[in-house]
């Protein structure tokens, strides 16, 4: 690794997304500042709810309010810069809040993949195992499966953030995205970078397709039971309970999953900006409706 001539690699960065006309600017940040604040009140209607309502302090619940918290946090990661870029057109951000968004944007999709998960696990317990479920999700399980997903996540992104953060960037400093998202910043630097993308690309192997093939494990064994069911009425119960966590997941993981393990090039960087656009803006937005559209509580 050579240093930078000037020593100065690590000054800013700058965001090239959506340069656009002040009218076409003002429109695009009217649509998101629309979208923004839906996500806000309507996951912080769900974490009020389910904090103040006795009748919500279950371990669903429970995990539906984690949810929520981390739709918070990652939305409010990128969309304000987001916001202050398309109404100023200034689209510079220093390295060190590049690297604060880049953790929290990292922690909190840690953070939402294992929620995902737990919340996958609890639908099964409750189908599968109804009897035993108030055994198995006690009070103080439930709790250690959520503070777990924090921290975890908050290491991992710890140790991604560090890893970055010690790159040397002498040429570009030219952010393909609408914020600093792991590739893009690491594609920009000059520093010998094969071996950051092959411990990135097995480690999404290793937790994203991992928590997304446990989770559809637990869906065949809740499948399974729900179609021994015998009255039509049981199973249209049983699967009303966990379609909206179902609905979810499709929608977190497939454009989650098209982000990171499609293959690089040149023509798929505007790909990229969308998919992360569908599951940073858009997604957070409609988890709340999914939720209390198709839950009577």
Not at 195 to 213: D, G, M, P, Y
Request: hydrophobic content about 50%; proline content about 3%.
């Amino acid at each position: 690794m050579n240093d930078c001539p000037n020593r100065s690699s690590k000054h800013e960065f700058t965001i090239l997304v959506f340069s656009m006309s002040s009218s076409g600017a003002l429109v695009l940040s009217l649509g998101i500042l629309i979208i923004y604040s839906i996500t806000i009140l309507g996951n912080l209607a769900i974490v009020f709810l389910v904090s103040f309502a006795p009748k919500l302090h279950t371990p669903m619940y429970f995990f539906l309010s984690n949810l929520a918290i981390a739709d918070i946090a990652s939305t409010s990661t990128c969309v304000p810069k987001l916001l202050f870029i398309t109404m100023t057109q200034n689209h510079r951000i220093s390295f060190s809040c590049c690297m604060i968004q880049l953790y929290f944007y990292l922690f909190c999709v840690h953070a939402e993949v294992f929620t995902l998960t737990s919340m996958a696990y609890d639908r099964y317990v409750a189908i599968c195992r109804p009897l035993q479920y108030y055994t198995i999700m006690r009070k103080n399980v439930y709790i250690a499966m959520a503070t777990s997903c924090w921290l975890f996540s908050a290491l991992n992104s710890l140790l991604h953030t560090i890893l970055t953060s010690l790159l040397q960037f002498c040429h570009s400093h030219e952010i393909n995205n609408f914020f600093c998202d792991l590739n893009s910043v690491i594609a920009l630097s000059t520093t010998n970078t094969e071996s950051r993308k092959i411990f990135i690309f097995f480690e999404v192997c290793a937790i994203f397709l991992v928590q997304f093939i446990l989770t559809i494990i637990s869906y065949i064994f809740i499948f399974s039971a729900i179609l021994k069911i015998r009255s039509s009425a049981g199973r249209m119960t049983a699967f009303s309970s966990c379609t909206s966590h179902l609905i979810t997941v499709i929608l977190w993981y497939v454009p989650s999953l098209f982000l990171y393990m499609k293959p690089d090039s040149e023509k798929s960087k505007e790909q990229d900006t969308v998919l992360s656009m569908i599951y940073l803006v858009l997604v957070p937005m409609l988890n709340p409706l999914v939720y209390s559209l198709r839950n009577k509580e």
